[in-house]
Nanobody
Framework: VQLQASGGGLVQAGGSLRVSCAAS????????IGWFRQAPGKEREFVAA???????TYVDFVKGRFDISRDNAKNMVYLQMNSLEPEDTAVYYC????????????????WGQGTLVTVSS
């Protein structure tokens, strides 16, 4: 499984941005996909995850602001981020986990290279 994250950029506080994760591999549709982020000087943390059947999990501080979705026909997973705050500035990574898409980084076997999201105040 290979993952390619894209769509990062600079956005003002209160704005929106959508990051994408392109997944490839013969069994990728059976994997759960998670989004994690790492802010400067901080550890990488869980943001959201979606199972192969569409079940969603979010960390508390993005609930109501972020939405994760997937298009299995295109092997794409999206993270729509609304009401962005400067604290959301980070490198966002997508990861693939089998059999579960959880909040634990150790449950993910494959990682993309990350895309930088910068939120200005």
């Amino acid at each position: 499984v290979q993952l390619q994250a894209s769509g990062g950029g600079l956005v003002q506080a209160g704005g929106s941005l959508r990051v994408s994760c392109a997944a490839s591999g013969p069994t990728v549709k059976s994997y759960g996909i998670g989004w994690f982020r790492q802010a400067p000087g901080k550890e990488r943390e869980f943001v959201a995850a979606i199972t192969w059947s569409g079940g969603r999990t979010y960390v508390d501080f993005v609930k109501g602001r972020f939405d994760i979705s997937r298009d299995n026909a295109k092997n794409m997973v999206y993270l729509q981020m609304n009401s962005l705050e400067p604290e959301d500035t980070a490198v966002y990574y997508c990861a693939a986990g089998y059999p579960r898409a959880t909040m634990k980084q150790s449950d993910y076997q494959y990682w993309g290279q990350g895309t930088l999201v910068t939120v200005s105040s």
